[in-house]
């Protein structure tokens, strides 16, 4: 009978095997010496190592470790002892558990039933290796459980911010998928989640336009209070107001090119005919001139206080009488409508005047209609010999003052003064030298002046 060593009872027991003692013996084992001996130590070795994978956890890649632990053994010296080669391959197949099996999973509740095993089975043992490596391991699992934490089995937002890209999250190698994952570049990533959103908003059913989006920015949601009733009223009254002005604009415009396109007893009969048309057409006249830097009745006016206040005026066109109130002169008025009591309705080619009756006659921005030679023939009848005719007209009118002064020359006037620095009218003083010097057939081109028309606004 020989003595077995200490070392073939630990193989056994720590291949969960039990120790050697309680293995069933041949009637003949005591007589096994030598070679015999050797001979059955080393098929014991290799029923251990041959045991180990098959108790070990079916973990994915098992195979390879298995192929590994060959490898390591045939590179390994032959006299390399069971304990480490034991500590080696626990130590490789933790770090496999740590990368494949997230923290409180199964599979670590089954490492630590196997951990608790093999101390069982190791107890009597007391190496010193192994309780190396029992420190070691309690050293590295929380370590490793914490790798865990942070880098692979993190989902949610902060697995988005540690990865420090934009893009779709991977798969952590410990995840168990029916299909084998696919890994998405950025773009492909971002494409997909725009198809997503176009897919959802197509079958999206459509929002009432009264309805807002609850996103809307508030000036959109935002609705103008209802006008008040004197509001309403006041943009009415506006409106009318303004519609009736450009109404009386057009009328003035259509009445003044009456008057300057035919005869002054057309434009008396006009006005006989529809009163208010004068009123009219005397306001717009009033407003356009009120534009002018100044008005040639007030120069007119201040001319003739100059003048002796005994001198007796005639007023061609006067209007709403402004000169006869600016002036102590007596004065007689005339128009082809009446707006103050002092006007005498007549056609000025034919006044109410005895011949050679009155000291000054005035045309003030009234020569209009065709027949100016009637209105300057019936002022040199009513003027006394050296009597004054003052002339004001509007500048645009005149193509050639040179030829208009000749004409004016013809019918007994000659030419005192004249005032052409005013920008929207020319003065003209003249002095009666007798009666006209042509005959009533004879024809000035002169005297034909342009008609002042006012475009459309």
């Not at 193989?11 to 309680?22: D, I, K, Q, R, T």
């Not at 130590?41 to 298995?66: C, F, I, K, M, N």
């Not at 959109?220 to 006041?234: C, I, K, L, W, Y």
């Not at 082809?336 to 000025?348: E, F, K």
């Amino acid at each position: 009978m020989f003595e077995e060593p200490e070392w073939a009872e630990e193989a056994p027991a720590a291949a969960g095997l039990g120790p050697v003692s309680s293995w069933p013996r041949p009637a003949a084992a005591s007589k096994i010496k030598g070679s015999k001996r050797r001979q059955l130590l080393a098929t014991l070795r290799v029923l251990e190592a041959a045991s180990l994978p098959q108790q070990s956890l079916s973990l994915p890649g098992s195979d390879s470790e298995e192929e590994e632990v060959v490898e390591r053994k045939k590179k390994r010296p032959k006299k390399a002892s069971f304990a480490s080669v034991s500590t080696e391959i626990e130590e490789k197949r933790k770090k496999k558990h740590q990368k494949q099996d997230p923290p409180g999973s199964d599979s670590e509740e089954k490492e630590v039933e196997r951990k608790k095993c093999c101390k069982g089975a190791l107890l009597g043992s007391g190496s010193a290796e192994e309780k190396k490596r029992k420190r070691k391991c309690q050293k590295q699992a929380p370590s490793n459980a914490a790798q865990h934490l942070d880098n692979g089995d993190q989902t949610g937002p902060k697995a988005w911010k540690s990865s420090g890209a934009n893009g779709p999250p991977e798969p952590s190698p410990g995840t168990t998928s029916p299909e084998a994952p696919h890994t998405l570049s950025r773009k492909q990533w971002r494409n997909r989640q725009k198809n997503k959103r176009r897919h959802k908003n197509k079958f999206r059913p459509p929002q009432p336009p009264d309805q807002a989006p609850a996103t809307a920015p508030a000036e959109e949601t935002e609705v103008p209070p209802a006008p008040s009733p004197d509001n309403r009223e006041a943009r009415a009254g506006a409106l009318r107001a303004r519609m009736a002005q450009r109404l009386d604009g057009a009328r003035f415009r259509y009445l003044n090119e009456q008057l300057y396109s035919g005869p002054s007893s057309a434009a008396q009969r006009l006005f006989q005919e529809d009163p208010e048309a004068f009123i009219l057409y005397h306001r717009g006249f009033q407003n356009q001139v009120k534009k002018w830097p100044l008005q040639p009745v007030d120069r007119i006016a201040r001319d003739l206080r100059q003048r002796p206040a005994s001198l007796v005026v005639a007023d061609f066109g006067c209007g709403d009488c402004r000169l006869a109130s600016s002036i102590r002169n007596p004065v007689h008025c005339f128009d082809l409508a009446s707006l103050d009591p002092r006007v005498t309705v007549c056609d000025m080619a034919q006044v109410p005047l005895e011949d050679e009756s009155v000291d000054v006659a005035v045309f003030c921005l009234s020569l209009m209609g065709t027949n100016i030679r009637d209105f300057l023939e019936e002022a040199n009848r009513v003027l006394k010999p050296g009597g004054l005719l003052k002339v004001a007209e509007v500048s645009s009118r005149f193509e050639d003052v040179r030829t208009f002064l000749g004409a004016v020359t013809k019918l007994g006037f000659k030419v005192i003064s004249k005032d052409l620095t005013n920008s929207h009218f020319f003065l003209f003083d003249f002095q009666k030298t007798g009666p006209p010097r042509v005959g009533p057939k004879t024809q000035l081109s002169g005297l034909k002046l342009q008609p002042c028309l006012y475009k459309r606004r």
